[in-house]
């Protein structure tokens, strides 16, 4: 039996984040996974280290100011794995926001991010977008805007950020069964398929595998999550030469984000509710579809894609705290939910964004009294 101040369970950004603070702090962690670092929703997300422009729309000013500092803090301490980037968003007849209502946005954008911001939102020419960006329909094009955000690669910061874990002396175990987690006054005992474990704490950071972990350890919970799917679609060559933020006639969004460094581009995203379990997911075509006929309609016709041109799909699931209402109007700000026995703690980790995982980890810190 190996006995540790606090176990992390699930190795996703978050589990990786919080371990890593808790060990700069001085605590003994061993961070445990079931699978590999950052094989979960940390390497199925959009790669986006941003703001979130559109949840200024559903008012949720904290967290897209929360986002704008934490992608501040990502860009300096990983310049090599976050870097800034300009997003191009054009704006048609058809669009279903005008564009002074885009740039009223994008103005309290680059307000939030304050002196933080990497450069301004501005108008771009039109005639050089129709050059750069041939492959796009100039019917109806009304003006060309563009704004600063960050890109990295998700699963590469995850697996930096549980290496700078380890050479803090962090314990990592992956492909690691936990069989049973029994928790008393003294602790918490678990059996896996790596050893017997024992600590004070136990952090839950599985994301969305959240409540089939709370079942079948049996813990204790004062949330559920709604499982949100989302999709992306990858293409060979480089579609575009600059990230663009995309508006559907259905007010939703998507990007398009090419990779240099991959010779490939992205599509995504989708929201779908899942009721299955996380082993049963899979990508449904009517989605593939979806982004298909979304990005076509913005293509001249000797350029649209074709079902044989998707190369790969991959597809994550959003963990969001279970609530009423619209897919994209539940807030995408994470829960802890802090459960206690004497002097031993449990904490759940809802939610959180691949950009919020370092105020998320100092926040489970300051509720952990570490
Ligand atoms: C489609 C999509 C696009 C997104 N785009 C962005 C974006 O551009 N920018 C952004 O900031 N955020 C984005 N997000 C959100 C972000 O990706 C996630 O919120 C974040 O990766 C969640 O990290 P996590 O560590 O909580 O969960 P995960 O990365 O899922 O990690 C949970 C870990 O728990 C492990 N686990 C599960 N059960 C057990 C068990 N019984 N024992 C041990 N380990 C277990 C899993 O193997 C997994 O590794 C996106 C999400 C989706 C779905």
Redesign the pocket.
């Known amino acids: 039996m190996q006995t540790f101040d606090v176990i992390v369970?699930?190795?996703?950004?978050?589990?990786?984040g919080v371990a890593e603070n808790l060990a700069r702090s001085g605590k003994q962690v061993l961070l445990?996974?079931?699978?590999?670092?950052?094989?979960?929703?940390?390497?199925?997300?959009?790669?986006?280290?941003?703001g979130?422009l559109r949840y200024l729309e559903t008012g949720q000013l904290h967290l897209v100011h929360e986002?704008l500092h934490d992608r501040q803090r990502l860009v300096k301490k990983y310049p090599d794995l976050v870097e800034y980037k300009r997003f191009f968003l054009p704006i048609y007849k058809s669009s279903p926001r005008p564009a002074w209502m885009i740039r009223t946005g994008l103005w309290m954008y680059d307000l939030l991010s304050g002196s933080r911001s990497a450069g301004k939102s501005r108008l771009e020419r039109i005639e050089d977008f129709k050059i750069r960006f041939s492959a796009f329909s100039e019917n109806n094009l009304r003006s060309v805007l563009s704004y600063v955000d960050a890109k990295t690669h998700?699963r590469e910061l995850?697996r930096r950020v549980a290496d700078d874990f380890q050479k803090l002396g962090g314990t990592v175990i992956v492909h690691?069964?936990?069989e049973s987690i029994n928790w008393d006054d003294s602790g918490f005992h678990l059996k896996s398929s790596a050893g017997e474990f024992t600590s004070a704490v136990l952090v839950n950071?599985?994301?969305?595998?959240i409540d089939?972990?709370n079942e079948?350890?049996g813990l204790p919970t004062r949330f559920h999550i709604r499982k949100?799917?989302?999709?992306?679609l990858i293409f060979d060559g480089l579609v575009v030469p600059e990230l663009m933020f995309m508006q559907t006639r259905e007010k939703r969004i998507f990007f398009i984000i090419p990779e240099p460094e991959n010779d490939q581009t992205l599509i995504?995203?989708?929201e779908r509710e899942e009721n299955c379990t996380?082993d049963e997911l899979h990508a449904q075509e009517a989605d593939v579809q979806y982004l298909l006929d979304q990005v076509n309609a913005y293509l001249k016709p000797g350029h649209h894609f074709q079902r044989k041109d998707v190369r790969d799909i991959y597809?994550?699931?959003?963990?969001l705290v279970r609530k009423k209402g619209k897919m994209s109007d539940v807030s995408?700000e994470y829960k802890l939910d802090l459960h206690t026995r004497g002097n031993t703690k449990l904490l759940h980790?809802f939610?959180?964004?691949?950009?919020?995982?370092l105020s998320l980890a100092e926040k489970v810190a300051k509720v952990l009294g570490g």
């Open positions: 369970l699930g190795a996703g950004i978050n589990g990786c445990l996974d079931k699978s590999g670092v950052g094989q979960g929703t940390s390497s199925k997300s959009s790669r986006l280290i941003h979130g986002s998700d995850t690691c069964d936990v950071a599985s994301g969305p595998w089939e972990v079948r350890y949100v799917s989302g999709i992306h995504g995203t989708t996380m597809i994550g699931v959003r963990p995408r980790i939610g959180g964004k691949l950009t919020t995982y």
